[in-house]
T-cell receptor
Framework: KAGVTQTPRYLIKTRGQQVTLSCSPISGHRSVSWYQQTPGQGLQFLFEYFSETQRNKGNFPGRFSGRQFSNSRSEMNVSTLELGDSALYLC????????????FGPGTRLLVL | AQTVTQSQPEMSVQEAETVTLSCTYDTSESDYYLFWYKQPPSRQMILVIRQEAYKQQNATENRFSVNFQKAAKSFSLKISDSQLGDAAMYFCALEGQGGSEKLVFGKGTKLTVNP
């Protein structure tokens, strides 16, 4: 089976712009979660989607949003980018929504200038 | 709130030796899941081992094993016969049964393997 894929892998944006990141889960996986990784804050949970519904949301401002499509693919959007949004954004998928092992994609590295 | 603490920012081990990475956690949930993930320089997060809190038996995966002490809320990872490919950041993570925050990660331990 193909692993979790994320596009694009690298992205450079300027402050104030918006960005959309995409994640394709492992075939058959219905849960997709997003995490932000920065040197200062470490790995932080953004949100989780299961069967097109947002199940959980981390402590991030409303500029961060996401959605999941019927084929389980997910996108996350960040509007009005700030310098502090520069990070590695990781997507993970799992079969179910509780206690299942999450399999991570390679990440999208976002640099905001 | 659930928290995960890794008290060792960096560790080093000689090739073929054994090393133990520490992790403590805090949760009010009665049932939860614990994980160790490895992140090599490629940044790809890879599952090392998974433990279900209701299982008393410590999980093992080849050279990797855990010492799960539920009462002490401790979940350490032991790597036996260390190999150069084991060099990476290791993250301990917790998922509560309530699933309110999905995975909560520790700050990580950077493991160096010396030849």
């Amino acid at each position: 089976k193909a692993g979790v894929t994320q596009t694009p892998r690298y992205l450079i944006k300027t402050r104030g712009q918006q960005v959309t990141l995409s994640c394709s889960p492992i075939s058959g996986h219905r849960s997709v979660s997003w995490y932000q990784q920065t040197p200062g804050q470490g790995l932080q949970f953004l949100f989780e989607y299961f069967s097109e519904t947002q199940r959980n949301k981390g402590n991030f401002p409303g500029r961060f949003s996401g959605r999941q499509f019927s084929n389980s693919r997910s996108e996350m959007n960040v509007s009005t980018l700030e310098l502090g949004d520069s990070a590695l954004y990781l997507c993970a998928s799992s079969l179910g929504w509780q206690g299942e092992t999450q399999y991570f994609g390679p990440g999208t590295r976002l640099l905001v200038l | 709130a659930q928290t995960v603490t890794q008290s060792q920012p960096e560790m080093s081990v000689q090739e073929a030796e054994t090393v133990t990475l520490s992790c403590t956690y805090d949760t009010s949930e009665s049932d939860y899941y614990l994980f160790w993930y490895k992140q090599p320089p490629s940044r790809q997060m890879i599952l090392v081992i998974r433990q279900e809190a209701y299982k008393q038996q410590n999980a093992t995966e080849n050279r990797f094993s855990v010492n799960f002490q539920k009462a002490a809320k401790s979940f350490s990872l032991k790597i036996s016969d260390s190999q150069l490919g084991d060099a990476a950041m290791y993250f301990c993570a917790l998922e509560g049964q309530g699933g309110s925050e999905k995975l909560v990660f520790g700050k990580g331990t950077k493991l160096t393997v010396n030849p």
